[in-house]
């Protein structure tokens, strides 16, 4: 099989875990993964892991710039986001449901325990979330200009005391009534 990326080059089977065979290319670290192949693996593998919050290790994950073809089938692999943190596309063909993984992307999900949740990450709810995530980091990021870092700070504690407290109503008419004192 020839790498996608490097295109001349031929793919290695090599053992990526246990029960889990990948097509690897030595010149990129590039991994082609068979739906077949992913799909008995997560089959032997059990429980789905719960996600790790944040990661261990930092991994160099710089996603191959081209469009890539299916070393199998030939069509046009299409990217997904994977968020929950990770910053990079994997690529899958909606053919034969085959998985590319550019360098160091398969120890970025491992070190997240996402690894075994690849499947997912091509379905319409996963991908609403990563949006959805995307755009409240932005929505932070323009409170956090607009009110400065400690105030910000101050009002998002608070937000979550009002928002947590049984008496929410009544502490938002009295902070927001310019006089509660008077009627
Ligand atoms: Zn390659
Ligand atoms: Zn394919």
Known sequence: MKCPVCKTKNCQTIELEKNLNAATCEACGG??????????????????????????????????KDAKLCPDSNRILLKYKVGHGLDFYIDHCSGCGGIWLDANEWNALQDKNLHDEIHKMFSTS???????????????????????????????????WIQDNPQKKAIIAFLSDDNPYEI
Do not use: C
């Open 126 to 160: 996963w991908q609403s979330k990563v949006r959805g995530d995307q755009m409240a980091e932005k929505l932070d990021q323009v409170y956090k200009n607009r009110l400065g870092d400690e105030t910000y700070e101050k009002a998002k504690a608070t937000r979550k």
């Open 31 to 64: 991994h082609w993964i068979s739906r077949k192949n992913y799909s008995t693996w997560l089959e032997k593998h059990g429980e789905t892991l719960p996600e790790k919050q944040f990661s261990e290790f930092e991994f160099d994950t710089t996603d191959a």
